[in-house]
Each structure stands twice: as structure tokens, then as C-alpha cells.
């Protein structure tokens, strides 16, 4: 199983920027999927997370009305779709996926399996 991210870059604050999942030797629709992002110096944190089906999507409050993460099962992809971005939004972002579909436990990082490479994006003032 592998998992690569993509799409990450420069943007202004204010901008937008798409970053993309895609999975290999897996089907998305089997695996409960989230992004999770680092800044330097700090820990890893969650961003959003989305249900095997899409049933329902979980944001990290700080992102919350600025982000969306969908799926798109033909292309077997995740995205995650940033508006408004700021300088604080600037981290390296992960995709990570795994089997267990519990809901509680989506923006907890101990619960995924695999992790994709991380794609940086640096958002300026």
C-alpha cells in the first residue's frame, strides 16, 4: 500500500491551494482517510478526516469553514481544497488512510496505518 500526496506550493494569504491523495494497492473506499500537517518546530497535527463512504467529514477547528477534503472513488483520490489560507496554515501536509472505519478515532494519528510522503505548503503574508 502506498500513498502520495501532491499539489503543495507558494500561495499569499487570502489564496487558495488544491493538495491531492492518491492511493496505490488500495481502494479509498475501503479505508477511512484524513490529512494531517506539521509546521517546523511543532507537532503533527490533525486537519480533516473523511469516512470510507463520505458519509461525513471532520475538520480540526482552526481549518473549519476554510478547507473541504473529498473523495472522488473513479480516480481513487482524496483532496483537500484550501481557501482563505494563512500564514499559519504553512506545514508540510500528510494523507494517511486506514481500515479501521470508527468514527471517534479519525483525527487521532495512532490510528493510521499508512502515511503518504507529505507535500509542502508554504503560505506567505
Known amino acids: 500500500v502506498q500513498l502520495q500526496a501532491s499539489g503543495g506550493g507558494l500561495v499569499q494569504a487570502g489564496g487558495s491551494l488544491r493538495v491531492s491523495c492518491a492511493g496505490f494497492?488500495?481502494?479509498?473506499?475501503?479505508?477511512?482517510v484524513a490529512w494531517f500537517r506539521q509546521a517546523p518546530g511543532k507537532e503533527r497535527e490533525f486537519v480533516a478526516g473523511?469516512?470510507?463512504?463520505?458519509?461525513?467529514?471532520v475538520y480540526a477547528d482552526s481549518v473549519k469553514g476554510r478547507f473541504t477534503i473529498s473523495s472522488d472513488t473513479v480516480k481513487n483520490m482524496i483532496y483537500l481544497q484550501m481557501n482563505r489560507l494563512k500564514p499559519e496554515d504553512t506545514a508540510v501536509y500528510y494523507c494517511?488512510?486506514?481500515?479501521?472505519?470508527?468514527?471517534?478515532?479519525?483525527?487521532?494519528?495512532?490510528?493510521?496505518?499508512?502515511w503518504g510522503q507529505g507535500t509542502q505548503v508554504t503560505v506567505s503574508s
Open positions: 494517511a488512510a486506514d481500515s479501521d472505519l470508527r468514527s471517534e478515532t479519525i483525527a487521532s494519528q495512532q490510528s493510521y496505518e499508512y
Open positions: 494497492d488500495l481502494t479509498f473506499d475501503d479505508y477511512r
Open positions: 473523511i469516512s470510507w463512504n463520505g458519509a461525513y467529514t
